[in-house]
């Protein structure tokens, strides 16, 4: 394992539902991050938090809300999802959260929106 | 025209075989350069990475870049089996871009 949890591994839920995924990192790193990633597609960044500070949020609709109460831990609640969401959320981490550090992803979530 | 560019693939070579993955990226400044291995289900995970021109060898894995080409690849000699994956090109500057990566197949 890379020292990145991720739950739940897969999620069904109808696009009135409210769900939330979590992420826990035990690395000791100060980044955390979410990717979004769908077939044939890149890996799309979705939010960044230091130091529990977010600092990146790339034009994520708000049906999408990301919270990080500490260092290693990480959520996003979802909430009036399209089908168009259904996609594997990567969370992962770094040691400083500057772009060419290494990432450790979690096993990911894999989304349906019915 | 796609910022980090690979071929879908399935690029399908014989076990023992050179596998060459390619991936070029369009940002002349790109500063860092990471090859992660994704398999099936499973998360992507870093298995080299190159930040001058040349090459740079981890075991089985040669990692070349090009700054000038706007190239980077990935060589795996003696492919195994357990080789078959997808494999990401990330590259970064004030940010890390991803390619769609490359999915290699290994036959026995």
């Known amino acids: 394992e890379t020292g990145v949890t991720q739950t739940p591994r897969h999620l069904v839920m109808g696009m009135t539902n409210k769900k939330s995924l979590k992420c826990e990192q035990h690395?000791?790193?100060?980044?955390m991050y979410w990717y979004k990633q769908s077939a044939k597609k890149p890996l799309e960044l979705m939010f960044v938090y230091n130091f529990k500070e977010q600092t990146e949020n790339n034009s994520v609709p708000s049906r999408f809300s990301p919270e990080c109460p500490n260092s290693s831990h990480l959520f996003l609640h979802l909430h009036t999802l399209q089908p168009e969401d259904s996609a594997l959320y990567l969370c992962?981490?770094?040691?400083?959260?500057?772009?060419?550090?290494?990432?450790?992803f979690g096993s990911g979530t894999q989304l349906s929106v019915l | 025209q796609k910022e980090v560019e690979q071929n879908s693939g399935p690029l399908s070579v014989p076990e023992g075989a050179i596998a060459s993955l390619n991936c070029t990226y369009s940002?002349?400044?790109?500063?860092?350069f990471f090859w992660y291995r994704q398999y099936s289900g499973k998360s992507p995970e870093l298995i080299m990475s190159?930040?001058?021109?040349g090459d740079k060898e981890d075991g089985r894995f040669t990692a070349q870049l090009n700054k000038a080409s706007q190239y980077v690849s990935l060589l795996i000699r003696d492919s195994q089996p357990s080789d078959s994956a997808t494999y990401l090109c990330?590259?970064?500057?004030?940010?890390?871009?991803f390619g769609t990566g490359t999915k290699l197949q290994v036959i026995p």
């Open positions: 990330a590259v970064t500057n004030q940010k890390v871009t």
């Open positions: 940002d002349r400044v790109s500063q860092s």
């Open positions: 690395l000791g790193h100060n980044a």
């Open positions: 190159i930040y001058s021109n």
């Open positions: 992962a981490s770094s040691q400083e959260g500057i772009p060419n550090e290494k990432l450790f």
